[in-house]
């Protein structure tokens, strides 16, 4: 019940206004969120690296109706791109392709994106479509086709376990070589599309981790949950794979501790760091996801509030 409200809240735009305009509300977006700007987004891949982790950096904002943002965005990405490869950073980034101009025109698309796309091969950096709800996932795969069939190989979508799809997608992927990330999903979604049950989802995630390990190309296995975790690890060392053959993905602020014991037990380890004023949606679908981050901050920031402290 309060992963479906949660889930409604972030699509909620009364919602959003009064949640942004909130005392507190930084307090819980930058647990979660780098900060406002690519100089902040920079300063957290800087430490993270310095930690062993490298970074997919993120600029938040979705359904974007208007070429004037959609432009705005790809120009945010090209500083980004241009920072990674000035400070050497590990790091490569992921965008959402409604905040390109997905739902504007598809040729406005194919340009917006790809001014991204040229900048980071010039830096040889890899460009990831994240995955938004089901409704967006046949056009998300439709435009990466099209890339990849063009000889565009600097990109790599997301594919979501719950969706019943995704083996056969997954399957097509690891035909042509495509990197992959693997997720469970964070949008609700209905019985007719998406497995209903969090143990389905699991067992769907753990199936397809296991194709991407054997037949992918170096896999973004991105979960916090540890059982997914032991059975990844698991299987590759049954398998006699190294370690370089995939790599743990995470969201930024979320088990930090973890993240740091899986980079000592010499897993590779990336972590998904997003920036940007359009914080509120990415939050509350990070809430749905675990709600216990809602009630672990919210005790933070309680401490920190009480006088003498």
Known sequence: ???????????????????????????????????DTVDDAVAATRALNR?????????????????????????????????????????????????????????????????????AAAHDILVRFDMEGSDYTQPTLDFFRRLWNEGVRNIGPVIQSYLYRSSD???????????????????????????????????????????????????????????????????VKRRGYSADRFEFQMLYGVRRDFQSSLVEQGMRLRVYVPFGEAWYPYLMRRMAERPANLFFIAGSVLKEALPGR
């Open 51 to 119: 930690a062993g982790m490298s970074v997919t950096l993120d600029y938040l904002g979705e359904s974007v109706s208007s070429r004037e943002e959609a432009r705005a965005a790809a120009d945010t990405y090209l500083a980004v791109l241009d920072h990674i490869a000035a400070e050497g950073l590990d790091a490569n980034v992921s965008l959402k392709l409604t905040a390109m101009g997905q739902d504007i025109d598809e040729e406005f698309l194919r340009e917006n994106v790809g001014r991204v796309i040229e900048r």
């Open 169 to 235: 997608d997954i399957a097509w992927l690891n035909s042509i070589g495509a990197r992959v990330r693997l997720c469970k999903g964070a949008y609700q979604e209905p019985a007719t599309v998406a497995f209903p049950e969090k143990s389905e989802v699991d067992a769907a995630f753990v199936r397809l981790a296991k194709a991407l390990l054997d037949d992918g190309n170096y896999p973004g296995i991105a979960t916090h949950d540890l059982a997914m975790i032991n059975a990844t690890i698991e299987h």
């Open 1 to 35: 019940m309060l992963r479906a409200t949660l889930l409604k809240l972030s699509e909620s735009g009364i919602a959003r206004r009064v949640a942004t305009r909130a005392p507190l509300a930084s307090t819980f977006a930058h647990r979660f969120v780098a900060g």
